[in-house]
């Protein structure tokens, strides 16, 4: 029975099912999917489809993305958001135009992704960050869950200067601090020059680039052992993805 946290999969159906076979996936498994299921690659309609089935066979715990909301908006009331529509959201909707689903089912799967999740372990999983120095639950501004990038930042600052070189314990890492581990996608590894699951201080970014050039990965959050889908262009080579 293993706990493994899936990276942004941004429409790359192909990369997922690639992937969950490399890494073995059986029903006894745990499945934490990091957010941003769609736009990107052209099957996120069918992504999404997929993931309300599996969701019947094991255990499933989906965290919302910033893409989620802006899709999510879309399929409730017609709203297509600017910035959505050029970084994906385009090929998002020419997957739903392409499809027969039903509206109200994938509805509820979007109205079902949580902000976060925090096991038994204190191991907090979310999309992207939170600034509320006494934690998720005391966040103030709930976007923050699927938009932010200062926790990174401030992870990969630590990892830089290390712990030893501040001083005062009160100017460290007070929200890293709250966690035993943090787990979060959103901002792509390969911006900081790695094409795999990255550590920094205790938080570890899982999303490796897929909706970009890089993959997909999967990572065992006991062992760290990871798995990896091949690049999504070579998976999509007609398509361009949001590399744009």
């Given at each position: 029975?293993?706990?493994?946290?899936?990276?942004?999969?941004?429409?790359?159906?192909?990369?997922?099912?690639?992937?969950?076979?490399?890494?073995?996936?059986?029903?006894?498994?745990?499945?934490?999917?990091?957010?941003?299921?769609?736009?990107?690659?052209?099957?996120?309609?069918?992504?999404?489809?997929?993931?309300?089935?599996?969701?019947?066979?094991?255990?499933?715990?989906?965290?919302?993305?910033?893409?989620?909301?802006?899709?999510?908006?879309?399929?409730?009331?017609?709203?297509?958001?600017?910035?959505?529509?050029?970084?994906?959201?385009?090929?998002?909707?020419?997957?739903?135009?392409?499809?027969?689903?039903?509206?109200?089912?994938?509805?509820?799967?979007?109205?079902?992704?949580?902000?976060?999740?925090?096991?038994?372990?204190?191991?907090?999983?979310?999309?992207?960050?939170?600034?509320?120095?006494?934690?998720?639950?005391?966040?103030?501004?709930?976007?923050?869950?699927?938009?932010?990038?200062?926790?990174?930042?401030?992870?990969?600052?630590?990892?830089?200067?290390?712990?030893?070189?501040?001083?005062?314990?009160?100017?460290?890492?007070?929200?890293?601090?709250?966690?035993?581990e943090i787990y979060i996608g959103?901002?792509?590894?390969?911006?900081?020059?790695?094409?795999?699951?990255?550590?920094?201080?205790?938080?570890?970014?899982?999303?490796?680039?897929?909706?970009?050039?890089?993959?997909?990965?999967?990572?065992?959050?006991?062992?760290?052992?990871?798995?990896?889908?091949?690049?999504?262009?070579?998976?999509?080579?007609?398509?361009?993805?949001?590399?744009?």
């Amino acid at each position: 029975m293993r706990t493994l946290a899936i990276g942004d999969i941004h429409g790359g159906f192909k990369a997922l099912v690639q992937v969950l076979k490399r890494a073995n996936v059986t029903t006894s498994d745990t499945l934490i999917f990091m957010g941003d299921y769609v736009d990107g690659w052209s099957e996120s309609a069918e992504l999404v489809e997929f993931l309300i089935d599996l969701n019947t066979k094991q255990n499933c715990i989906f965290i919302r993305g910033n893409h989620d909301v802006w899709c999510h908006e879309w399929l409730m009331d017609g709203h297509i958001n600017d910035a959505w529509y050029r970084h994906g959201g385009k090929e998002t909707i020419e997957s739903y135009e392409r499809i027969s689903f039903d509206k109200e089912q994938h509805i509820e799967f979007y109205d079902n992704l949580e902000n976060y999740s925090l096991d038994a372990k204190n191991r907090l999983f979310l999309h992207a960050g939170f600034t509320s120095m006494l934690g998720v639950e005391k966040e103030f501004y709930p976007k923050n869950f699927y938009f932010d990038r200062t926790l990174i930042e401030t992870a990969v600052l630590v990892e830089e200067i290390g712990l030893e070189n501040i001083k005062k314990e009160q100017h460290g890492p007070r929200r890293l601090s709250l966690y035993t581990e943090i787990y979060i996608g959103h901002t792509p590894t390969i911006r900081y020059g790695t094409s795999t699951p990255m550590k920094a201080h205790n938080l570890w970014d899982i999303d490796t680039g897929a909706a970009f050039t890089g993959k997909l990965s999967i990572l065992d959050v006991d062992t760290k052992e990871f798995w990896q889908s091949d690049p999504l262009p070579e998976l999509y080579p007609n398509e361009t993805g949001r590399n744009k």
